[in-house]
């Protein structure tokens, strides 16, 4: 079991690293070090602004220490085939559950000690926090952690639903006490709290293993589930064919198709922006990102920062676009519709200028509304009238080239 998880390891964080050198290409990567260079200086702007008198920080921090317990999950890795291959030797497959347990574990551990690095400031202004109390709230973080990956691997097997819900909401409850207990009185008493719930759930998950079975259905659909959700990230920056799109009719949207040219010159028009309206995944890809965008464009406040979100953000919506134009290539029928590649390429274009143009009025918006100064929305207007034009005409040709 030992080895089937290792194998299973390999090929997994191989197909993870090829994912992840896509993502992280050379442009992207440049606009990260921007992005996170000017979040940075604006964080660091931000504390100054700060003392002991924002009381009201200690329990947003306490929230967020408690959500941040909610990421990562323990990855299995079960395939749909160990139903059936691996069910005479189930009670051995805890073994593999223990290695997944603990491939997990310290995956999830250096999330939750970047989290906690990254309160340190706020809790040292606001909470007065310092030296060994640090030690003891973060010690207090990990410890919650550990039972709560603990508690995802007693869930993997066929507990009864009642116990299962209860389980989880008490394991919940005692992580928002405990956190509150460390922030408000002391973090000594937190630790020590933390440490008997992380203790307690091992001893239970120790005496409830061995009397049940493994959920096999359940546990499948999950690792399915958790998959989806990296593929789905990756999807943003690049294609993945692990994640299928769906057709919805949503004709509360035909309305849109109104506005569109019905002769032979458009044809391709009309058939990207049907595709568009009622595909789930190029058009949820572009809610997404331009709801993420817009949201912190309106709380970066306004600045060269701002500025930096809106083209990074504009750019990412129209480069992950430029695989649509393929999106019929497999459709016999559009090979023989009597246009040539000039006119879908205009075609597409139109719809392309379309969607981003739209973006850009929703990001000055969120910019205008975060009281940027006038100028200052009309210097983003014309930067995103720029970066369209350059995407739209140029970039998408050198692209598809």
């Known amino acids: 079991m030992s080895e089937l998880f290792q194998t299973r390891l390999q090929q997994h964080l191989r197909r993870m690293l090829r994912y992840l050198r ?23 702007n931000w504390l100054k602004t700060l ?13 967020i220490l408690w959500a941040g317990l909610g990421l990562n999950h323990v990855a299995t890795l079960l395939e749909p085939a160990d ?21 997990s574990w310290w995956l999830a551990q250096l999330v939750q000690v970047v989290l906690v690095g990254l309160t340190v400031p706020l809790l040292m202004i606001v909470d007065q926090i310092t030296g060994w109390s640090l030690l003891a709230l973060l010690v207090t973080q990990l410890a919650l952690k550990d039972a709560q990956l603990t508690l995802s691997v007693t869930r993997l097997y066929q507990i009864p639903l009642k116990l299962r819900r209860w389980l989880q909401l008490g394991n919940w409850a ?11 009185i002391t973090p000594w008493l937190s630790l020590v709290l933390a440490l008997v719930v992380a203790a307690g759930q091992r001893l ?3 005496r409830l293993w061995p009397a049940t079975v493994i959920a096999w259905r359940d546990d499948i ?9 990296i593929y789905r990230f990756f999807n943003l920056f690049t294609d993945v064919p692990m994640v299928q799109g769906s057709v919805k009719r949503r004709r509360y949207l035909d309305w849109l198709l109104k506005w569109l040219p019905r002769d032979q010159q458009h044809a391709f028009g009309y058939l990207y922006t049907r595709g568009m309206l009622r595909g789930t995944e190029f058009s949820g890809l572009v809610v997404r990102l331009t709801v993420i965008g817009a949201i912190l464009l309106y709380f970066s406040g306004h600045g060269w920062l701002a500025m930096a979100l809106d083209v990074l953000f504009i750019y990412l919506i129209g480069f992950q676009l430029l695989p649509f134009y393929k999106q019929y290539d497999n459709i016999v029928f ?17 719809l392309l200028r379309n969607v981003l143009g739209l973006t850009g009025i929703i990001f000055l918006a969120a910019f205008w509304i975060s009281n940027a100064p006038l100028a200052q929305v009309g210097i983003l207007a ?13 970039y998408l040709k050198v692209r598809l080239a």
């Open 174 to 184: 005692l992580a928002l006490v405990v956190l509150a207990l460390g922030l408000l």
């Open 22 to 44: 896509l993502v992280f290409n050379d442009h992207f990567v440049i606009a990260l070090m921007f992005f996170v260079g000017g979040l940075g200086l604006a964080y660091s």
């Open 221 to 229: 659909k999950a690792e399915a589930n958790r998959m989806l959700g």
């Open 204 to 206: 239970l998950h120790q």
């Open 382 to 394: 014309v930067i995103n009238v720029i970066e369209i034009y350059l995407l739209v005409t140029w």
């Open 51 to 63: 003392g002991p008198q924002s009381t009201w920080l200690v329990y947003v921090l306490g929230l």
């Open 334 to 350: 559009t090979h023989i519709y009597p246009l040539t590649t000039k006119q879908r390429l205009q075609n597409f274009q139109r």
């Open 83 to 103: 139903t059936v291959f691996l069910l005479p030797r189930e009670h051995d497959v805890h073994d593999y559950l223990v290695r997944a347990w603990r491939y």
